[in-house]
């Protein structure tokens, strides 16, 4: 069992910066892969990023690309989101998500198993 638990979501106008932060729980964090995607209102789950176990290969939406990074602390069982240049279309509750196999790929969403509660970011114009 993984339990995950995010912050660092709030407030910021367009152009700024947060990071978001997915802290797991368990001793086999390094042997999971990690995403992060996005619900809007009104608008379905979208994959934003995603690490995966071992070498830490990243994988980017191409709305996100050269504004957004991912990175991992597995001696902290902790998950990053960088998020750079925001805009306000990146406005949603951002979700944290884990799993050992990932066996769909990790850019979908089906393929995890474990998922945070959300925080929510907005992005004023």
């Known amino acids: 069992q993984v339990q995950l638990v995010e912050s660092g979501g709030g407030l910021v106008q367009a152009g700024g910066s947060l990071r978001l932060s997915c802290a797991a729980s368990g001793r086999t964090f390094s042997s999971y892969a990690m995403g992060w995607f996005r619900q809007a209102p009104g608008k379905e789950r979208e994959f934003v990023a995603a690490?995966?176990?071992?070498?830490?290969?990243?994988y980017y939406a191409d709305s996100v690309k050269g504004r957004f990074t991912i990175s991992r602390d597995n001696a902290k069982n902790t998950v990053y989101l960088q998020m750079n240049s925001l805009k306000p279309e990146d406005t949603a509750v951002y979700y944290c998500a884990a799993d050992r196999l990932a066996a769909r790929g990790l850019v979908v969403a089906e393929s995890y198993g474990y998922w945070g509660q959300g925080t929510q970011v907005t992005v004023s114009s």
């Open positions: 690490i995966s176990w071992g070498v830490g290969s990243t």
